[in-house]
């Protein structure tokens, strides 16, 4: 169950009104990398967690953090669309240059749909969609996913902090460096905890009698030339065992016959 | 450039027809984290690497071998989807309640549209949407990504080996254990590099000036009970500074306050 | 800012185990109509809301219990997969049509892809996505897009009951009934307020002048047979206005006719 | 079964060629509220109606007269993009920022996709979708969604409208502010009609014995602050039960705890 | 514009109920090939011709004969989904294998969303989605996907006429075999008519110097082996001018190095 | 299985930079019709044909041949976007009319998510799917789908050829268009083979019986006037049927009347 405070967690307020900025923020709101994602995968595997309870309250509590980071992000971009130039027969449209830029690089749905206001959706306009997020029960395995999130999130922030001088933008954006070079630091730890655990393969528990051993530890190179060997050649893999490097793989198996389709489906029967 | 040879990287030859199997099999060709994901992943990081020449090959190498896995499992589904019951009235399903369950589960658009053959869509037969994938420019961003889908990839594949008893596809499905394995070891390889050379924290190029300083280390524990506290709590981050744990967490703004809308966007006026 | 509290709104644990329901139940969780929905449509317009404090605080109130809502359907889901058949091979699956029907109901993700957990997803396995939602900044047009989502909410969580007769499915269900009803009045609450001072047709600000003025009222008959006469035929209308009934409606302009393409775009050419 | 008039319910012709309208204008085309929208969603509500002979008759009048809008929207936004900008080397582009605008914001897929042609997409490009529409089998609901349409659909026309001085856009737009009116007063007499039947919560055919019983008429301050208050505090409710207003909610469960995962799906196992 | 008859184009009843053919049925109504793609597609065509009256009315005529398609299909499904099984408790579930396929095998959205109506979706419950579908400017092109189409379309409906044995869903399937080789036809007789005049290449309009003009004849043959090599070999194409062979293809261009990226991304620096 | 070449298979360099052409190609990559749609395409019908060799090498060599295309375009889009404006504080944005249209148009994720790398989405910035593809198992109803991909490609490449001057882009397309007419003339001459193997309408292998035989060859005049009359009037169809015109079309059946609702769905019950 939760709660909300009126309050933000912190400030998001721009100096002045900015559409190409409220455009571009959109897509650490509702992008593939944005504020609505971490917040969602991070609900989604607190619930889902069987049995380890301070992994399940630390997703929790940073989940119900994001949703406050939701909170100020569409603050800010329902801000930054103040002023927005809505129609091109203003007369700023037709002499200056920057406010073409603007009426040009607006997102038309911000006028249109949301009358100002934040969407769920990136900087193309895109919907956001579960497709971005996963709780898979294998928490070594979603932790590794949140902390590539917070990784491409705070990417994100910082390519955006470099695009605008607006301070209240700034002071927003740099609060979120913060807190997802936390997040990615707490990720990282609890990774820690799990591999000494679990081992450094995901999932830990299959039996090795499982995989077809001998190309466990190999890498094959597909491409001509070998310049990707020194990644691995001459080094011990994290698992303890020695990389392999095969510089010109051959197939294993035979080309494929398929059987001719059955006659109900009325699909092209093989020639004779 | 790329060339094909016709024969497998590994066998994909099913004991017998399994059409249920063939629908999960979908999983890891066209899911979320299937094979094409992996192989159109690292196909773009490879062509946008930036003077990396060593990791763009390794992606690039990899990427290649992907495509072949996608062939693998392609033609896996194609020979489990041979002798798929297509029809209600067929006597078996009248009878056997296997032959029910298979009639029941099955994709009926391996029937309906691709004739017996794989789609390039998940088990569910959602379409493969490259919101699945990423590239960022930043190579450790990246590689955490990798590690994740081949983490998730490969929890994907060991679930499935447990849910049948066929030789032919345990084979396949070991070979995919393994190759996963490699991945994951490779990418990992190639994060300790990184990580070195750029920091622990992504990216690594922020200077400190632009973070918000005191909310770097800090838990906020937004949920009741401190559950979270230990995994966090007397610990130095792998960044070497210490966590911090706040228990209470306190807004650090005020409630924030919204323009009235101009009239020409016909939205509510505030009350006054 | 949020916060989060460990205990659940109400009670969401079954009498037993049930991997169809768990399937049919994701319908309200990630469907178009199910509790993410809710929540995140609340939350965004609340957020938006440029200044009617007592609608942004009831919007957000709302959001803020919905969240628990995804949260006691997630938790209820994961304990209806408990159990759940994984493999066509077992003996139960062979013999009974019952666990037949399960196994090839059921979705196949909840295994491979969830590991027994919810996912943000409907009862076929479509992402959710924000195309589901809306916040547009005419808040009465956004409180009637409000009481829709609570009646076919409710109207989906009716049918779901009808299709058990699980004491514990029943209670949650029981509940979200008794919050549906309350979430739709108060909405209707808002609705009646808002056109006592905008009118009934939104957007109220609209001037007369603007509308082509003598097609307001009017139904035109576009289907041979006259049986939509009797709605509106000889009533007032909501906003005071007479309705008209035009039984054979004429085009009110000419066939159109298109310029040629220019020579660039390689189009086919109009013929002389 | 249908048939096709060659001319326009109404006129549907420009002053001028405007790359950025047409733009514009596809968000009442092919966006979440435009008309292909609500000629899909009334086209399936009349087809699925089960023996309410007016309002599928309705519905399907209606349905008719939206397919002409949309074949009105898509002539308008042809003609829009006659002589639209096609080559950033233009030599306007270079001297003239309207232009520059204009360059800037048309839809690029207008001239490399369409040729010059209406796209069934918003005002972004994103692909119509039928998650946009509903039809549920109770008529009530679905008028409910169908006054939202026409409510957010109105809404957006006006905007447009105040967006262009083009006296041919205008006429088109203001015969849509004409028609939404009518549909939105013709299904709220709709409306009128089925609640005086089935009574005002949706679905009316729900026993009370169903609800759990003390939460039917309860707004829960889940935010701090009470602005939401005023809405239902002291009121009666549309089905003429009084609401009460709990400052303080209380969780009515427990905390959830979930079973241990089966190992066969290697997830990862509860800590001791 | 557009009117409506009440009665059916043609015969739409099943002989009895049939869940799983409701949802196979799908696939024609709101599938990548289905009549709600074919209906759009023609209508969108029909719109944008430029100026080529003939082809403009005939698929205008087509366009308004599928939507009464649609009409069909949808009623035919509604019709088989009378009596569905709503509930895994019913009796006949526990003892009928048949009965359990279909519990397991039918939409579960056709019971908790539309309430026993057709959906706009696949057979898999994807919404339909204008991605299906295109509208480009040159006709040829067009036509090319028109009967494209209704190839894959007719072929769809042969295969679900396979899978029953109900005459009144033969009856119906008959009538669209029918009527998806007129239009297979149809389209046809335009292509040569278009290909008399504007050659064999889409565009017929490009100038040959724009092209690279010694790879315009020439199959490459990128796979190992030459099983390919009779299509073209020795063969003369349908422009006119002889197909050539390459066995061994060579790459005619460097390997490509990319510029480091600027500092303020925060992309991963080449490596020196 | 698949190996990889660094060279490209052909020049892919632009002259200078261009952000808004770097957009614009972004649709010829990751575009319905685009090189990703070729690529998984003609790789899924190669590896689903049962037994047509031939064919299935043809289309494995021309897949793995757009592999390299997809390459191509991916290397030109990350060297257009080197020095792409990307704040719009720059100097020459507030001046310059053609620097203020790069900034307003080009794709704002192009910086912010890939890092000045391509992407694999079109130029509106919509990810790529599978809803683009087919394979059907019916060999020449996909040949017809794969001559239309290459002529709506080859389409937007003309285009896209005129909007710049770039000789390197222009080198670059002007290959494309030498490769997509090769594809379709290898498309055209299987089509050639199959339709005298298989006849004219997809698929030849349906028994006339199943048909409903007078609507074959008959083109309804579903719109009023008969401009479409002179496509197919008095003329043989390819087949050699001849075809018949019905200038006034009848309905074949009555209208349809659906039965009651079962009162478990709460739906609206039929008026009586």
Known sequence: MFTHKKELQYHATPERPDALMARRLQEILGGQWGEMSVMNMYLFQGWNARGNEKYKDLLLDTATEEIGHVEMIATMIAQLLDKAPLSAQEEAVESDPAI?????????????????????????????????????????????????????????????????????????????????????????????????????????TVPEKYEVSDVTHTLYNFSEGEDSKPVVDGKEAADGNDFKYIKNPEAMADKPVLKAPPAQLHSTPPEK
Chains 1, 2, 3, 4, 5, 6 share one sequence.
């Open 100 to 204: 073409a830029a603007v009426m040009g690089g607006m997102n038309p749905q911000h006028a249109i749909v949301t009358g100002l206001g934040a969407a769920p959706r990136d900087s193309n306009g895109n919907p956001w969609t579960s497709n971005y997020i996963v709780s898979s029960g294998n928490i070594l395995a979603d932790m590794r996913m949140n902390v590539t999130a917070e990784s491409q999130g705070r990417l994100q922030v910082a390519r955006l902090y470099e695009m605008t001088e607006d301070k209240g933008i700034r002071d927003m954006l740099g609060f979120l460096l913060a807190r997802d070079k936390q997040h990615q630091l707490q990720w990282i730890e609890a990774i820690k905890e799990l591999e000494a655990k679990e081992g450094i393969v995901v999932p830990g």
